[in-house]
């Protein structure tokens, strides 16, 4: 459900930045857009929830944002379409990670109201920033999406999702493949989200 149609769902191909002007929030890990809606810190928590509700980047993904607590961003799936990859879902959370400000500590990814998992915004920023969708362009979205699985944390405790990675690229990245199919998209995709 999860290893295929990467390259349709993350346009990837090696860059590099080198010569391009970087956002202060990114610093060296600035991986240039090349549309309006690549631009770093561009949305407010504020206007989320309409950001989500309207870019085409979402598929049709349908979202509950809501802000908890001292800065907790929570992001609920409403409704799912059918004919849309569970894998859209996690290409949500990375382009969450780079298009909103700084105003939050964390993002919550909730299921039904209840808080499921958690990542720092400083490390879904870090990943954020080099993640490019649709324009063939950003950091290989297999390392990005290993990356993810690696900061993940049970909400509220922030213990750790994944087992612990070793080092190995093939070994990781079936510990990432096994975290997101076996632990996260049941408990926060599936559960109880309506297939539309």
Not at 33 to 39: F, N
Not at 92 to 116: F, H, S
Request: glycine share 8%.
């Amino acid at each position: 459900m999860f290893s295929s149609g990467y390259t349709a769902f993350f346009g990837a191909v090696f860059v590099s930045t080198a010569a391009f002007a970087q956002p202060e929030t990114c610093q060296s890990e600035y991986w240039p857009g090349t549309l309006p809606e690549h631009e770093v810190d561009s949305v407010d928590v504020s206007e989320l929830q309409r950001f989500l509700d309207t870019s085409p980047a979402i598929e049709g993904i349908e979202f509950e944002t809501s802000l908890h607590g001292d800065g907790e961003v929570w992001l609920d799936i409403v409704r799912f379409p059918g004919e849309v990859t569970v894998l859209a879902s996690l290409r949500t959370v990375l382009i969450v990670g780079r298009v909103v400000k700084p105003q939050y500590k964390k993002l919550v990814l909730a299921d039904n109201g209840e808080g499921v998992f958690e990542v720092p915004y400083a490390d879904l920023h870090r990943i954020g920033c080099q993640f490019v969708w649709s324009e063939g362009k950003g950091q290989n979205p297999i390392a990005l999406m290993r990356d993810l699985a690696d900061k993940l944390g049970s909400y509220p405790n922030g213990a750790r999702v994944a087992p612990p990675f070793n080092g190995s690229l093939l070994g990781d990245t079936t510990t990432m493949l096994t975290t997101m199919n076996q632990i996260v998209y049941p408990k926060w995709v599936l559960k109880t989200v309506e297939i539309k």
